[in-house]
């Protein structure tokens, strides 16, 4: 096929030896098969921000890193420079992701480069070596769908102690190969620690994955495997083994809020003595030591 405008650049710097075909065209990207040398592999070509139909919502941006104050500047005030900084934070979200994904064992596509606003990455292909279909296309049985689901759950768990939450999982952007499941679609993915909207991403992402698996298995419906796997987080405990039950129940026991006054109150106290003690050294003239305590 004749090669697109947008892969010409790749092609040009020899990232790519030709472009076999497109795969799809989605709410934020068109990809590609492209030949690499001996291999065949994937082109993302991300779509200008106005031919988008996924936004850049808040509660997915919030926390995220820039370069510069200038950069963050430039993105509040959505000069034309900021859009075009907004736009590149945006594609490189996706490109950090896999890399850290793929790093903690994660099953993502292998991303191999990033190029003028396209991502070459590994094609995801079934045993015959076609690209792999998305889990939406398929009919499961119901050990199949308890099978895949567990497993999903626990790459959510994998991707979390990593520090990611995808933020848009569902049975569109999960593809599957002769291996089981592959997680793709990562440009909203968000920092766990620093958006506070990750933990109802997060749970989201969960309710989908039970929403859909339920169709063949309906037990699942009931689960609440998102609460849970969040409070193991937020309390330090989760680890990419940990157990999970998908029965959660918030701790209901009531703040002793008589010790927590008293710890307010000790606080208090000692931070007076600190500055006593500082007072008192510097009217002796004399360099005040560090306060172990404090």
Not at 92 to 98: I, N, P, Q, S, W
Not at 127 to 142: I, T
Not at 194 to 213: G, I
Request: aromatic share 6%; net charge negative.
């Amino acid at each position: 096929m004749k090669t697109p405008a947008r892969l010409e650049p790749l092609v040009t710097d020899g990232l790519v030896d030709e472009v076999l075909g497109q795969l799809m065209s989605g709410k934020e990207a068109m990809v590609f098969v492209v030949r690499c040398g001996d291999e065949v592999r994937c082109a993302k070509v991300y779509k200008e921000a106005h031919k988008r139909s996924f936004r850049q919502a808040v509660a997915y941006t919030e926390g995220r890193k820039v370069k510069n104050s200038r950069q963050a500047r430039a993105m509040e005030k959505g000069s034309r420079y900021g859009r075009q900084e907004q736009e590149a934070a945006w594609q490189h979200a996706e490109v950090d992701a896999l890399y850290r994904l793929a790093g903690a064992g994660v099953r993502v596509p292998t991303p191999f480069n990033f190029h003028e606003g396209v991502l070459l990455m590994e094609l995801v292909a079934d045993a015959e070596g076609n690209p792999a279909p998305r889990l939406n296309d398929l009919k499961l049985s119901p050990e199949t769908a308890r099978l895949y689901h567990d497993f999903l759950l626990r790459q959510v768990v994998l991707m979390l102690c990593a520090g990611v939450v995808h933020g848009d999982l569902s049975e569109y952007n999960i593809l599957v190969d002769d291996q089981g499941p592959v997680i793709i679609d990562l440009p909203q993915a968000i920092d766990a620690a620093a958006n506070n909207n990750a933990q109802a991403l997060l749970e989201r992402d969960v309710a989908n994955l039970a929403a859909y698996f339920s169709q063949f298995a309906p037990e699942l419906a009931g689960t609440r495997y998102g609460p849970e796997i969040w409070a193991l987080f937020e309390s330090g405990k989760l680890l990419p083994d940990s157990p999970l039950t998908g029965h959660y129940c918030p701790d209901q026991t009531p703040a002793d809020v008589a010790e927590i006054l008293q710890v307010i109150d000790a606080a208090e106290a000692e931070e007076v003595q600190r500055r006593a003690r500082k007072a008192a050294a510097e009217a002796a003239g004399q360099w005040p030591q560090p306060d172990r305590g404090v």
